[in-house]
């Protein structure tokens, strides 16, 4: 690890002009991804701002009965937070669905956020990466990419997102609070990761010295469930996992969330799948119908095209056992 300068800021403010005066910085709130990326000699930040003092370790009640999560409030506690887990279940199954307790325990909502792909060519340092280097060649293409993406890619990147609670706020219309020089500003969660495109090492909308300060929630009436398809039963990335939330009256889809990790470059809101639901009837046809139109958009190569059946299945199911949590409502 090369070394580094360390500053532990008073205030929010401070900690904004911490990161943005100096070129090379990154701030640090749990660390589990971070130095990581440290020690492999990925990241190598001159500066290194250490947040972890900030007021931003709190939830807080909104008017319409949503939540306001700080920044720095960590995946254990929000897990566990009776509102959470009242009111928006699908948050909470995918924080639990994340990494172990331990790690839990020290990461961050504002870390979680940012963390960056688990693609072995990324980690590997004489491997070709433009999320690591712009313009460097992407090994993946025609590497070993059974568990790269199938939606969002671009020629230059295949790469997953890796995050649980990042989907699961995709698909309950998450804003994020953001602090720099020139003030505070709010992104929907699903604007603030970006497609690879062509500079796929262009992650987030954060600009140089931002700092996410809290996640709000808007409030949610209808059932939600989260459920992730992995390697093994635990401390394992998404195959595919399916955040979603379906409000049925009478038989009908009056409003289906409905977003996907571990098949997409980011956090993937199933805008198509919605729109075809919404209005119809809450039946396995109509799922699987909503599911092969969302996916008809798949760029899948012969290692990972098995990701489009086995994220059809993972959708129907999903939403099959909300249909059922509804019905009986």
Avoid at 17 to 45: K, W
Avoid at 171 to 176: F, K, R, Y
Avoid at 297 to 305: D, F, I, L, Q, S
Wanted: net charge neutral.
């Amino acid at each position: 690890m090369r070394p580094f300068a360390y500053v532990k800021p008073a205030d929010v403010e401070a900690a904004v002009l911490a990161a943005s005066t100096e070129p090379r910085t990154r701030f640090i709130g749990g660390g589990t991804n971070l130095v990581d990326l440290m020690r492999e000699g990925i990241e190598r930040p001159d500066t290194v701002v250490d947040v972890t003092g900030l007021p931003l370790d709190t939830i807080e009640e909104l008017p319409d009965g949503g939540l306001r999560v700080g920044a720095l409030v960590r995946n254990s506690v929000l897990a566990a937070d009776r509102r959470v887990r009242a009111r928006y279940p699908v948050l909470s199954q995918a924080l639990l669905a994340g990494a172990s307790a331990q790690l839990r325990n020290m990461a961050t909502v504002g870390g979680n956020l940012l963390q960056r792909t688990r693609c072995p060519y990324f980690y590997d340092t004489d491997a070709a990466c433009n999320k690591r280097e712009r313009g460097a060649g992407c090994d993946a293409l025609d590497g070993f990419n059974r568990g790269s993406a199938i939606l969002g890619v671009s020629d230059h990147c295949i790469a997953t997102h890796p995050s649980d609670m990042a989907v699961a706020l995709a698909a309950l219309d998450a804003v994020i609070e953001v602090r720099g020089l020139d003030g505070t500003r709010r992104v929907p969660l699903t604007d603030f990761h970006r497609l690879p495109g062509d500079t796929p090492d262009v992650e987030t909308d954060l600009a140089h010295g931002e700092l996410i300060t809290a996640v709000e929630i808007p409030a949610l009436a209808a059932p939600s469930r989260y459920r992730k398809v992995r390697d093994r039963a635990s401390y394992a990335f998404a195959l595919v996992s399916v955040a979603a939330a379906l409000d049925i009256r009478d038989g009908v889809i009056a409003e289906a969330r409905l977003a996907l990790g571990g098949v997409a470059t980011k956090p993937w809101r199933a805008r198509e799948a919605e729109r075809l639901l919404t209005g119809g009837p809450a039946d396995e046809d109509a799922f699987g119908r909503a599911a092969d139109a969302e996916l008809a958009a798949a760029t899948v190569r012969p290692a990972n095209a098995f990701k489009s059946g086995l994220a059809r299945a993972t959708i129907v199911a999903t939403l099959r056992e909300l249909s059922t949590e509804g019905t009986a409502r």
